[in-house]
């Protein structure tokens, strides 16, 4: 990608919710997960004790967090409670417990204690975790999480008297990348006819070094899509997360306004990221310029 402009799609990816929990499935086709936060909190009668937690599917496994509560067999007025924290994964029928450890929690203020205990789970491009807390974050764990592969998501009550009082997700999810035949979109761009349709090399920039920063000198191929719409063919010159980015990859869409040559532009990241806030291109003779005014920046292509 030229810059690294972020751009996130937040979307609440709800589906069902029962009395012990909530199903949340991944995005459909055509978009794939890049980050997730998750806040599951729940309390168990300090009697009855309980068990609840949060797993998700990835393909054929699925990994779960789960936390016990001992009920009164286990619960301390002085020392407080000892609830007990295991993550592991799932193959088919059979759970395998990958690590156990011991959270005390304060003893509770008598009957009626609703403050309960968190699962926090972040995940994206640097890894997934689950922090574990009352007030704050008293452990995390390290989880494996292919988010390429995620299918859903969902918080459950296992056993005993658990309350769940706040279930929120956020998840962020942005197109998967397009493509056209490079080769093809290289014969449209080289025909002639059309001024819409041409090769385009870099020229200059203007930009902002603090919103922006350059990626790359691009190398393009505009084609008209039946609906007017005016694709950018990424065809090479990309530096920054090069490996992202082959020859025939939509690189943005620009879509005509009333006003001739000008265009509302929709702009795609190397992580599928469409920008799209106050964006806007314009051909003008030998010179296709895009604009990013809420980033400062503007880049120039010419004709070649």
């Known amino acids: 990608?030229?810059?690294?402009?972020?751009?996130?799609?937040?979307?609440?990816?709800?589906?069902?919710?029962?009395?012990a929990g909530r199903l949340y499935r991944a995005p459909g086709a055509g978009e794939r997960v890049a980050a997730i936060s998750w806040h599951v909190r729940a309390t168990a009668d300090e009697?009855?004790?309980?068990?609840w937690g949060i797993r998700w599917r990835e393909g054929d496994r699925g990994r779960f967090v789960e936390i016990s509560h001992p009920g009164a067999d286990g619960t301390d007025h002085v020392t407080g409670t000892l609830?007990?924290?295991?993550?592991?994964?799932?193959?088919?029928?059979?759970?395998?417990?990958?690590?156990?450890?011991?959270?005390?929690?304060?003893?509770?203020?008598?009957?009626?204690?609703?403050s309960g205990v968190s699962l926090r789970?972040?995940?994206?491009?640097?890894?997934?975790?689950?922090?574990?807390?009352?007030?704050?974050?008293?452990?995390?764990?390290?989880?494996?999480?292919?988010?390429?592969?995620?299918?859903?998501?969902?918080?459950?009550?296992?056993?005993?008297?658990?309350?769940?009082?706040?279930?929120t997700m956020r998840i962020t999810a942005t197109p998967l990348p397009r493509y056209v035949d490079a080769d093809s979109a290289v014969s449209l761009a080289s025909a002639g006819g059309d001024p819409?349709?041409?090769?385009?090399?870099?020229?200059?920039?203007?930009?902002?070094?603090?919103?922006?920063?350059p990626g790359g000198r691009y190398e393009l191929a505009s084609t008209v899509a039946p609906?007017?719409?005016?694709?950018?063919?990424?065809?090479?010159?990309?530096?920054?997360?090069?490996?992202?980015?082959?020859?025939?990859?939509?690189k943005a869409e620009m879509r005509p306004t009333l006003i001739p040559g000008v265009y509302d532009l929709t702009w795609y990241a190397a992580d599928g990221t469409a920008i799209?806030?106050?964006?806007?291109?314009?051909?003008?003779?030998?010179?296709?310029?895009?604009?990013?005014?809420?980033?400062?920046?503007?880049?120039?292509?010419?004709?070649r």
């Open 47 to 51: 009697r009855r004790g309980g068990r």
């Open 83 to 114: 609830l007990t924290v295991t993550s592991g994964h799932q193959q088919g029928d059979t759970a395998t417990v990958d690590s156990t450890l011991r959270l005390r929690i304060p003893p509770y203020a008598g009957p009626g204690w609703r």
């Open 1 to 19: 990608m030229y810059m690294r402009l972020s751009s996130l799609l937040l979307v609440l990816l709800l589906t069902a919710a029962t009395a």
């Open 196 to 213: 819409r349709c041409s090769l385009w090399t870099y020229f200059d920039r203007d930009t902002d070094p603090l919103r922006s920063r």
């Open 227 to 250: 609906d007017g719409r005016v694709l950018l063919v990424y065809l090479g010159g990309a530096d920054d997360r090069a490996d992202e980015w082959r020859p025939g990859r939509i």
């Open 121 to 167: 789970l972040t995940a994206g491009e640097g890894g997934a975790s689950v922090a574990i807390g009352r007030r704050r974050a008293e452990s995390t764990i390290a989880m494996p999480m292919r988010l390429d592969s995620l299918e859903s998501l969902e918080s459950y009550v296992g056993s005993g008297a658990v309350d769940i009082l706040l279930d």
């Open 276 to 303: 799209t806030l106050d964006a806007g291109a314009a051909i003008e003779q030998h010179l296709l310029t895009v604009q990013f005014p809420d980033r400062r920046a503007t880049l120039r292509f010419r004709r």
